[in-house]
């Protein structure tokens, strides 16, 4: 047999060269006169195990010189061709199966040592299944004391061998097994979106800091000085922040980024991160608590809508826009329709119930950058980015819930957007933030005048940098009343937390909260002040 060799003796010099030597020039040579380069491996045996003796012990003693042993390893096979491919190797340190001389040496699927860096990273989370060696015998091998000398001899390597001993897995059931590290993986990874967000385990008691506040009566609203939390986890800008509406569950302030995340946080007692939710592929430009507290609404540039409760963590509603979405607002008296603008000449509502759009309201626009429900909710307000010449009929325009028909269009006459609107609490007024660096007063009744008397300036909406033109944006900065309505606070491009006093339009104080432009700002509903704040470079900061 061509593929079989034998040993006697290993101190003989004049034997006869094996089937695979190395000639001077470190080349091995097999039987069929192919030169390998060194260190290559056949199909059951390395050159390096054959010399440090792993497969054969040297000076092995021998009952009977003239009796012919099946070899223990065997170097190379005649065809050259037969050398299976290293997917297809098992590392394993086995005696072959010897075939009769009237059929060829079948290619083996075994060898004796597996691959450095060649272990699949799928196969090696898997625990092998090792065949016991009787099983492999074939019944014409019959064991012996040079056999069983070197298997002592290599017993060490052997067991580190069966350490790497793993089976082939398809690539399919590899891609099924083990997860990429870059979609989720690995250590820190984010979850896949649109996954079901594990519920959210909120204490059912009440807050201590909010307890004593809520059979009370809201006190006067005080400048806060310092800084209790500054939370962090976002990993892009926080578009806006917003504080249960629920007294009893106020401790909670629910957050939405760029990062394609929104956020719920215990901004009271701990600071820490309630829950993360990864239900958008794009930007989260709006989301906002349901007036039951139990519900959060969530949209952003993947046109998708989104109603999550937060006790079960499953979607209550999931709808698909026609444009991406920049507000969403809640009806206040029909908790089950909201309303929904964007990057859209239009504004829709949308039934919870049905999950389809049952209103429209069309209007000369590109996009709409808020919406306000006025105090009896049968009339919203809408701005919009119109800001040319003839942009007095588009700036801020009053709607008629129901019938969907413009109540005014005469609201606003000066060349800047209006990118966020804000009710007083107590008095029929709102708050419109425009691009001309000022806070502006309009009347919240018919026919909607704006006051001329009455200006809040000092910060900033758009950067110096940018007024390279008539016709700007800015950043989208928030501004809100105080729950007693005395104070007016707003954010600034620069970082800046500005109050002011809403009789008089005087400026009550000045905060440096952030190093990189102030878009949000919130006062808490039932503890007097505390303000919340976030900022274009991911962070939050609660005030007291």
Not at 407 to 419: A, D, G, K, L
Not at 426 to 442: C, K
Request: proline share 8%; with cysteine; aromatic share 8%.
């Amino acid at each position: 047999m061509a593929s079989l060799v034998a040993y006697e003796d290993s101190d003989s010099e004049a034997e006869t060269e094996p089937a695979g030597t190395v000639n001077a020039g470190g080349q091995m040579k097999d039987a069929t006169g192919v030169r390998r380069p060194p260190g290559q491996v056949c199909a059951s045996g390395t050159v390096d195990a054959m010399r440090e003796g792993s497969l054969f012990t040297e000076n092995s003693p021998s009952k009977d010189s003239g009796e012919r042993r099946l070899p223990l390893a065997q170097f190379c096979r005649s065809d050259p061709g037969s050398c299976p491919s290293q997917r297809l190797q098992w590392p394993m340190k086995e005696p072959e199966v010897t075939f009769p001389s009237s059929e060829p040496p079948r290619p083996s699927l075994w060898m004796s040592q597996a691959p450095a860096g060649n272990v699949p990273l799928s196969a090696a989370c898997l625990k092998p299944v090792k065949p016991s060696r009787d099983s492999l015998r074939s019944p014409f091998h019959a064991p012996n004391q040079s056999e069983s000398t070197a298997g002592n001899a290599s017993c060490f390597q052997r067991k580190r061998s069966e350490d790497c001993v793993v089976p082939y897995i398809p690539k399919r059931l590899r891609q099924m097994q083990v997860p990429d590290p870059e979609a989720g993986g690995g250590k820190d990874a984010e979850p896949a979106v649109g996954c079901a967000p594990a519920p959210l385990s909120v204490s059912p008691a009440v807050s201590e800091l909010i307890q004593p506040y809520l059979n009370s009566q809201y006190r006067e609203t005080k400048v806060p000085r310092k800084v209790l939390f500054h939370l962090r986890g976002h990993g892009g800008p926080i578009n806006s922040i917003q504080w249960c509406p629920v007294f009893s569950k106020s401790h909670m302030l629910l957050s939405t980024s760029m990062d394609k995340t929104f956020k719920v946080w215990n901004a009271v007692d701990s600071g820490r991160c309630l829950q993360t939710y990864f239900l958008h592929s794009e930007a989260v430009r709006a989301a906002r608590w349901s007036p039951c507290g139990q519900r959060i609404l969530s949209g952003g540039f993947d046109f998708s809508l989104h109603l999550t409760d937060l006790e079960t963590g499953t979607q209550v509603f999931s709808g698909q826009s026609d444009f991406r979405i920049t507000t969403l607002k809640f009806h206040p008296k029909d908790h089950n329709t909201f309303l929904c603008g964007g990057f859209s000449s239009e504004i829709k509502a949308w039934d919870i119930r049905t999950g389809k759009v049952v209103r429209s309201y069309k209007a000369t626009i590109q996009q709409t950058l808020d919406i306000l429900f006025l105090q009896e909710a049968s009339e919203f307000l809408s701005s919009t980015d119109a800001s040319t010449r003839d942009s007095a009929d588009r700036t801020i325009i009053a709607w008629d819930f129901r019938s969907s028909a413009k109540i005014s269009n005469q609201i606003f006459h000066e060349r800047y957007t209006c990118p966020s609107l804000a009710l007083h609490p107590r008095e029929p007024v709102f708050l419109a933030q425009t691009n001309g660096n000022y806070l502006a007063l309009f009347s919240a009744v018919w026919p909607y005048r704006m006051s001329r008397r009455r200006r809040y300036e000092g910060h900033k909406v758009v950067c110096p940098r940018l007024c390279l033109s008539l016709q700007v944006e800015g950043y989208a900065v928030g501004c809100e009343c105080s729950p007693c309505g005395d104070l007016l606070v707003t954010g600034s491009a620069d970082g800046r937390v500005l109050m002011f006093s809403f009789r008089t339009a005087s400026r009550a104080c000045t905060l440096q909260a952030h190093t990189q432009a102030c878009l949000g700002t919130t006062y808490h509903p039932v503890l007097p002040s505390v303000l919340g704040t976030c900022s274009w470079g991911g962070d939050i900061k609660i005030w007291h």
